[in-house]
């Protein structure tokens, strides 16, 4: 009795009609009314008043591999990579100041477009974007890192630059265009994330020259499977580097009481599966079929993933998939109506994230195809994006092979 009672409550409830403006019973000016508007006065005290902060001191420091002293072993391990040394340094140095910038947004003029020596906006870049200073800012602190450190890097391609460069052309020395390495980099992912103290990230990959030939806009046109050593900073809670030199990976959080990165995370593994998905949902309606199938599948407990899945979207792809990399699941930025290859960059974004989520046992999918067997046709190249746990990105592929055959004739599932 008492149960279909319930039921017809809930059955009620469903066909009870959305609510309208008639329907109100309160008016707009009488639900703001009942807000508490009235403001505190504000709290007048001296700073200076305030005594240090003590830690506690049971909080001792861990006996800690500094990422210098992990990368001269690394590097004497596998003596080929003697020449990335003084760069992955240089990039780590980067990334602190990068992550100090971060930090000050708030409180630096560092805000709003960038503009020329005139005070003119800049142009926008490629992707259609006004830069900002920040980004110009990081941008050039990574290119100088990349460039500047060594003579090792022969040009570099960033998301900032509609063009790769020489960096014989940003150091202004042709000393420094002669190294037989190529560097990509996105040097601030996520930056609409500052203004609400969200988290933000760096990307990178670096790639060999190919021996014989002339370096040019072409020597960027190589597949993930040819990158040397990918990595990401996520600027969060903690700041965290995490690279892979192509032999597993390995994750340094900043320690900022001695402005070091610290070997924090050894030979990070990422669960088989998981329970998170990372997915802007929001245009679920502009995804591809087998997409909206497999979230369906995910959120009626019908995946076989045994697992009950969990949302998880911040919208900074380091974040997201950081958080996909240690605790298990999918991250995924699909195609959509209007964005038919997605939104994510492959040779600064998707490549070298997928090489980091191989590295770490997971997999990194277009939906149709691994990653990094994508050549890319350009610098800029959009790719759909799957990364995550191999059994959940195993499934996401099934679900696309699945509704392709279903539709041998349409065009939902296209081969990149
Ligand atoms: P920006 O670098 O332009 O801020 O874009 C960030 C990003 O490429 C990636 O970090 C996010 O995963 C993705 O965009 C978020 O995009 P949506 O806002 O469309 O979900």
Redesign the pocket.
């Known amino acids: 009795m008492r149960q279909s009672i319930t039921l017809l409550g809930l059955f009620i409830c469903l066909h009870c009609p959305a609510p309208s403006v008639g329907f109100q019973t309160t008016s707009l000016n009488q639900y703001k009314a009942r807000r508490v508007t009235h403001r505190l006065p504000a709290a007048s005290f001296d700073s200076s008043d305030s005594a240090p902060i003590k830690l506690p001191k049971q909080l001792k420091k861990k006996a800690l591999t500094t990422f210098p002293r992990y990368l001269e072993i690394e590097c004497w391990k596998r003596p080929e990579l003697r020449g990335l040394e003084p760069v992955l340094q240089a990039v780590a140095e980067a990334c602190k100041q990068i992550n100090r910038i971060v930090q000050r947004a708030q409180t630096d003029d560092v805000y709003g477009v960038a503009v020329d020596v005139a005070g003119n906006p800049l142009e926008e870049n490629v ?1 259609g ?1 006004v830069q900002q200073k920040l980004d110009v800012l990081c941008n050039t602190i990574m290119m100088q890192a990349f460039c500047g450190s060594s003579c090792n890097i022969h040009s570099v391609a960033s ?1 900032e630059d509609d063009e790769p460069r020489c960096c014989a052309d940003v150091m202004n020395d042709s000393v420094f265009g002669q190294g037989e390495y190529i560097a990509v980099f ?1 040097p ?6 500052i203004d609400a103290s969200l988290p933000v ?1 760096s990307i990178f990959g670096i790639y060999r020259t190919q021996p014989g030939k002339p370096v040019n806009a072409d020597s960027f046109l190589q597949d993930g499977n040819s990158l040397v050593a990918a990595g990401y900073c996520l600027y969060s809670a903690t700041t965290i580097l995490v690279l892979t030199l192509g032999s597993g990976v390995d994750g340094f959080t900043l320690d900022p009481d001695v402005s070091r990165f610290l070997h924090t995370h050894q030979d990070i593994r990422i669960p088989s599966n998981g329970a998170i998905y990372s997915f ?1 949902e ?2 679920y309606n502009d995804f591809d079929e087998p997409v909206q199938k497999y979230l369906s599948a995910l959120k009626h407990g019908s995946s076989s993933i045994k697992k009950r899945s969990t949302a998880r ?1 911040i ?4 974040a ?1 998939v950081h958080n996909v990399l240690i605790n298990g699941g999918i991250y995924g ?1 699909p195609r959509t109506l209007g964005n038919k290859e997605g ?3 492959l040779l600064y ?1 998707s490549a070298p994230m997928a090489m980091i989520m191989e590295q770490a046992g997971g997999a990194g999918s277009t939906g149709s195809r691994r990653i990094l067997d994508v050549k890319p046709k350009e610098t800029h190249q959009r790719v759909p994006t799957f990364l995550g746990s191999i059994e959940n990105v195993f499934e996401l592929d099934q679900f696309y092979k699945y509704y392709s055959d279903e539709q041998v004739n349409g065009n939902t599932s296209e081969q990149l």
Do not use: C, F, H, T
């Not at 601030?188 to 994330?193: A, P, Q, V, W, Y």
């Open positions: 992707q974007e998301e996105d601030i992912d996520g930056s609409k994330n990230g802007n929001a245009n979207y919208g900074s792809m380091v997201d930025y939104k994510l960059r974004e």
